[in-house]
């Protein structure tokens, strides 16, 4: 059964700082692209960040450029989302999804429909 785990949402002040884990099991990792994504209420599901399994290429949303990183540890089949200097437009159910390969190299984070499995979602509440 195919399984991703995301993990780490909270309450965090505006300018502070979390990192979500996704965990991912039922797959062959290194085949698949892992992505970050977010849901605002009343808002459409965005791409946040991706990386290929193999290579750790990375693509991000140009209004994540700097501030959110991604990283992955593959001994563990989990993938991170380090998010800093975080902003109340930031609150969100964060997703994470993966997407089939082939090779794991490469991802790219254009829309949802790119990906095949989805988590639950955690939530991310930055207070101002």
């Known amino acids: 059964e195919v399984q991703l785990q995301a993990s780490g949402g909270g309450l965090v002040q505006a300018g502070g700082s979390l990192r979500l884990s996704c965990a991912a099991s039922g797959f062959s990792f290194d085949e698949y692209a892992i992505g970050w994504f977010r849901q605002a209420p009343g808002k459409e599901r965005e791409g946040v960040l991706c990386i290929g399994s193999n290579d750790g290429s990375t693509h991000h949303t140009d209004s994540m450029k700097g501030r959110f990183t991604i990283s992955s540890d593959n001994a563990k089949n989990t993938v991170y989302l380090q998010m800093n200097s975080l902003k109340p437009e930031d609150t969100a159910v964060y997703y994470c999804?993966?997407?089939?390969?082939?090779?794991?190299?490469?991802?790219?984070?254009?829309?949802?429909?790119?990906?095949?499995?989805w988590g639950q979602g955690t939530l991310v509440t930055v207070s101002s």
């Open positions: 999804a993966a997407r089939y390969t082939f090779d794991g190299y490469g991802c790219s984070i254009t829309g949802p429909y790119e990906y095949d499995y």
